[in-house]
C-alpha cells in the first residue's frame, strides 16, 4: 500500500492527467474557426494570467529570489517542456489529430524515468521497466495506423511533431522536481514555468514556426482556447503539487494517462473533426496499461 501522503501526490497526478486529457479536445475544436499559432498563444496568455493571479492570492509570488536553484529549475522547466513542448505538440495535434498526438507525447515517462534515476537519484524497478516497455509498445500500434491520402514519408514528417514534443516533456518533470525539492512553493513554480514558456514562445517564434500577428480571434475560437488555457494551467498547478508529496518517475507516468481520457471523450467530442480508430484505442489502452504498471514501481 502507498503512504498517505504519497496517495495525496497521486490523487494530485490524476488531477491533472485528466486536466491534460480535456485540454486538448478544446483546442482541436478551436482550430476549427483559427490557425494552431493564434490558438497556442491565447491558450498560453490565459494560463499565465491565471496563475499570476492564484500566486498573488496566495502569496507566493512574494516569495521568489531570481539568484536561486528553484527558480532556474522552474524557469527551464518551462523553456523546454511548456514552450516548445508544448508548440511540437500541438502541432503533432493539428497535422495526426489530438488522440493520436497525445498519445505519442505521454511516452515522456521513458526518458523522465532514466532521468530521475541518473540525475535526482530516485530507484528504477522491474515495475518501471515492464510499463516503459507497454508504452514503446502502445506508441508502435499507434504510429502503424493507416492514414488515407497521406504517402508513408509525409506520415513520418506528421509524428515527427509530437515524437519531439515527447522527449521536450520527458525532461520537464526532472526541472520540476528539482525545483520543489529546492523550494516548496507549488503555485511560484507553475507561474514561472507558464511565463518561461511564454517568453520562449515570442523569442524563438520564428525557429518553432510559431507566427505572432495581431488579428481578431472568432468568438469561439477565443472561447475554446481561453477553456484550453484555464484546463493546461490547472494541471500544470496539479503536476507541481503531485511532486511535492511524491518521486517523479512515479508520478510523471501517472498523469499521463490523459491519452486514456483524450481518446474517451474525442469519440464522442471530435465526430467530424477527427476520425478515431479501434487500433488508436488499442493503442491509448497499452500506453495507459504501461502508466499502471509504472504506478506500482
Not at 12 to 38: C, E, H, M, N, Q
Not at 46 to 66: K, R, T
Not at 162 to 186: D, H, M, Q, R, T
Request: charged fraction near 10%.
Amino acid at each position: 500500500m502507498f503512504s498517505s501522503e504519497l496517495q495525496v501526490g497521486i490523487a494530485y497526478a490524476l488531477a491533472a492527467g485528466i486536466l491534460w486529457g480535456i485540454s486538448p479536445l478544446l483546442l482541436k475544436r478551436s482550430l476549427k474557426y483559427t490557425d494552431v499559432s493564434t490558438a497556442t498563444l491565447v491558450e498560453q496568455h490565459v494560463s499565465v494570467i491565471m496563475l499570476v493571479g492564484l500566486a498573488v492570492q496566495s502569496g507566493e509570488i512574494f516569495q521568489i529570489d531570481f539568484g536561486s536553484r528553484a527558480f532556474w529549475a522552474f524557469f527551464l522547466a518551462g523553456a523546454v517542456g511548456a514552450s516548445f513542448g508544448k508548440v511540437f505538440y500541438y502541432k503533432g495535434i493539428d497535422k495526426i489529430g489530438a488522440s493520436k498526438a497525445t498519445s505519442i507525447k505521454n511516452s515522456s515517462p521513458l526518458l523522465t524515468a532514466v532521468l530521475a534515476v541518473l540525475i535526482i537519484g530516485e530507484q528504477m524497478s522491474w515495475y518501471i521497466a515492464a510499463g516503459v516497455t507497454l508504452i514503446v509498445f502502445g506508441i508502435a500500434v499507434l504510429t502503424q495506423s493507416k492514414d488515407s491520402g497521406r504517402r508513408g514519408v509525409d506520415k513520418f514528417q506528421y509524428f515527427l511533431f509530437p515524437i519531439v514534443s515527447a522527449l521536450c516533456f520527458g525532461v520537464n518533470p526532472i526541472f520540476k522536481k528539482i525545483g520543489i525539492n529546492s523550494a516548496n512553493l507549488p503555485i511560484l513554480g507553475t507561474m514561472i514555468t507558464q511565463v518561461s514558456a511564454l517568453l520562449f514562445m515570442f523569442l524563438f517564434a520564428r525557429v518553432i514556426g510559431l507566427q505572432i500577428k495581431f488579428q481578431r480571434v472568432p468568438a469561439k475560437a477565443l472561447a475554446l482556447s481561453t477553456l484550453s488555457g484555464i484546463t493546461e494551467g490547472l494541471g500544470s498547478l496539479c503536476t507541481f503539487y503531485a511532486l511535492v508529496y511524491g518521486p517523479a518517475a512515479l508520478l510523471s507516468p501517472i498523469w499521463r494517462i490523459s491519452p486514456l481520457v483524450t481518446f474517451a471523450l474525442a469519440h464522442f467530442t471530435l465526430r467530424g473533426v477527427e476520425v478515431v480508430t479501434l487500433r488508436d484505442g488499442v493503442a491509448a489502452s497499452l500506453i495507459v496499461l504501461g502508466v499502471f504498471v509504472l504506478s506500482q514501481g
